[in-house]
């Protein structure tokens, strides 16, 4: 069974920073890109950052400079450091996986972890 567990989110004010964390279980970790999306209240998922396992990274523009992706693959975990947050930043971060399954490939996501950014 996939496993993607994320924490890490909250209130943070304008400026402020946040690090997210993605545990992952019941797949080869180490071999497996990973991303990082979010959405906003009435609006669809966007793609924030994504690394593969040879860590190439590569993030959405509205969070170029700013935010920070990285994995450990010996704690089968990504992270998501994210400064000079901005009141748009508000939004669900998921933790995303697309692996092949069962002869196919699937997608697999986190719960999400909200995060805010409000003075």
């Known amino acids: 069974q996939v496993y993607l567990v994320e924490s890490g989110g909250g209130l943070v004010q304008p400026g402020g920073s946040l690090r997210l964390s993605c545990a992952a279980s019941?797949?080869?970790?180490?071999?497996?890109?990973m991303r990082w999306y979010r959405q906003a209240p009435g609006k669809g998922r966007e793609l924030v950052a994504l690394?593969?396992?040879?860590?190439?990274?590569d993030y959405g523009d509205s969070v170029k400079g700013r935010f920070t992706i990285s994995r450990d693959n010996a704690k089968n975990s990504v992270y998501l450091q994210m400064n000079s947050l901005k009141p748009e930043d508000t939004a669900v971060y998921y933790c995303?996986?697309?692996?092949?399954?069962?002869?196919?490939?699937?997608?697999?996501w986190g719960q999400g972890t909200q995060v805010t950014v409000s003075s």
């Open positions: 995303y996986a697309r692996l092949y399954r069962d002869g196919g490939l699937r997608d697999y």
């Open positions: 019941g797949f080869t970790f180490s071999t497996s890109t």
């Open positions: 690394i593969t396992s040879d860590d190439v990274r």
